[in-house]
Structures are given as C-alpha cells and as structure tokens.
C-alpha cells in the first residue's frame, strides 16, 4: 500500500461566484469519480456472488460512496446540504451566503462506514468578523476559515483536487493579502496612526492652553488623552478597512462592502483634505506675502 500524503492548501485572498462555486463542485465530483474507476477497478468478485450482483454492488458503490457533498451555511444560521450542483444558488432577497464546505468523506464514510484514503475538505468562507473585536490580536493577520486539505496515496489525486479549486478563483488580490497579514496595523501606526494623533493634540493645542493656561498638569493630561484618542480613531479607521476589503468575497455578494468602501474612502478624503489644508494654508499664505512685499 502506497504511502498516504497530506496537502494543506492556502487559498488566501480571493473572489468567487455562484457559477465558479458550481463549476467547483462539477470539477471535484470528475477527480472523484476517476478515483472510484481506479478503486473499483481493484475489486474482486467473491466466488459466492454472481457476475450480475458483482457489478450491480460496484455501480452502487459510484453512486453512494464516490460522491461530492456540500454544506452552505447562511447568516441568519440556517444552512442546506446539497448533493448535487443544479442545488447550488444564492437567493437575491435571501440571508447572505457565510460559508461553502466540500468534502466526499461524508458520502463514503455513510456507505462504507471509514474514511476514504483518498478524501479532501475544502472550505470557502464569506463570513465577516466583527468590526471592533476584542478577541482579535490587531497586529495578527485576519482570521479566515478558507482552505483546502487534502489526503492520498497517489500524487495525481492530490494534484487534480488541488488544480480543480485553484483554477476556478479568482486569487489575483496581492495588495488585499498584505493588508490582512501580520504587523500591518503596526506599520501603519508608526506611518500615520501615531501622526494622526499627533496632528489631533496640535489641531488642540490653542483651546487647551487657553483654558488651562494656569495648570500644566491639566494641559499634559489633555495631550496624553487626545493622543490616546487620536490612536483609537487611527484603529476604527484601520479595521473597518479590512472589514470593507474582506479576504474572501463572493461576487453575488459585493453591494454592500462596496457601499462601506464608498463610506471609508470618503472618511479618508476629507480627513486628508484637512490635514493638507492646514499644512499648505500657511505656506501659500507666506508665498502671497512675499509677492505683496516684491511689488
């Protein structure tokens, strides 16, 4: 018996539709039922068992144990177990599709009672953390339940299940995978978090001197607050960021991260139009000067 090898397969950051999700599954269940002719074909008839029940045993065999199976799970918690692609859609007025999972252990292991040797899991999850959580280590990469696993004996199982899913998405999101990685809040931190929070204290200065002018105690607190302020508006800023450019997107999907791209971009405008306001106002200003004194 040949050696049994396992694949973990990352699909990282990518795009999907209904279609691709079907042409997946189609893919998968053509790997899958060359491995049953190359099992079945080992088979031996038992001396006590007619040539006609030998094969009427083997052709249920394809059609009971060598099978692609899926799970969908919606938002609102429900979900459907699908044994065949013509079930698979994605309702317009319906939940939100959460997470696609396919496998042909379960159909095998129901009709022959053990796992498949030859077998894969695979997962494309759409689901979206929340916002702001707590549970989550902001300088970590974005937790993500997507990937492929996969068991054999033999190399072209593994490389057709492997081919089969990585064809049919869209992987081409280089930018997208860098900002879900690790230390990239930390990067932007000390390249505009931190700057931020420092323009937020000098945006005060004038009203915290002016009304605590008699206290420097009051007016250092008031720094070290809007400071530690301006650090959590930097994080808001930086995690709805990824929570409006997910790792994993389905493309029947797409409205409503577009509207909070939309929103993020707009916050990101204005506030940069100020911030560049207020460092080239006195700039031009001096320049208009100069040209007054010049005539």
Avoid at 245 to 256: F, G, M, W
Wanted: net charge positive; hydrophobic share 45%; charged share 20%.
């Amino acid at each position: 018996m040949a050696d049994v090898s396992a694949k973990n397969v990352s699909l990282g950051s990518y795009t999907v539709s209904i279609e691709n999700i079907i042409s997946i599954f189609d893919g998968l269940s053509s790997v899958v039922q060359e491995q049953a002719d190359i099992e079945v074909a080992r088979w031996r008839r038992p001396p006590d068992q007619s040539e006609e029940d030998f094969e009427k045993a083997k052709a249920d065999a394809r059609n009971r144990a060598y099978k692609v199976t899926a799970t969908l799970k919606f938002s609102d918690g429900s979900s459907s177990f699908i044994q065949s692609s013509d079930m698979i859609r994605k309702e317009p007025q319906g939940p939100e599709l959460s997470l696609v999972f396919m496998t042909n252990t379960t159909a095998f292991f129901s009709a022959a009672n053990v796992q498949p040797t030859n077998q894969f899991n695979l997962s494309l999850d759409f689901s979206q953390p929340p916002l702001l959580d707590a549970n989550t280590f902001i300088s970590g990469p974005t937790r993500n339940g997507s990937g492929l696993n996969i068991e054999g004996d033999r190399p072209g199982w593994l490389a057709g299940i492997e081919k089969t899913v990585v064809e049919r998405i869209d992987k081409r999101h280089n930018l997208r995978k860098f900002l879900h990685g690790h230390f990239i809040y930390d990067y932007g931190l000390l390249g505009f978090g931190a700057p931020l929070a420092l323009y937020f204290c000098w945006l005060s200065m004038g009203f915290i001197q002016q009304n605590a002018k008699y206290w420097p105690i009051l007016q250092a607190a008031a720094f070290v607050y809007i400071f530690f302020v301006g650090l959590w508006i930097y994080r808001i800023l930086f995690s709805y960021l990824r929570w409006a450019y997910p790792l994993a997107e389905l493309k029947e999907q797409l409205s409503r991260p577009r509207k909070h791209r939309i929103f993020w971009w707009s916050i990101v405008t204005l506030l940069g139009g100020k911030v560049f306001w207020d460092l080239v106002d006195p700039l031009l200003s001096i320049r208009a000067f100069l040209r007054v004194l010049n005539y």
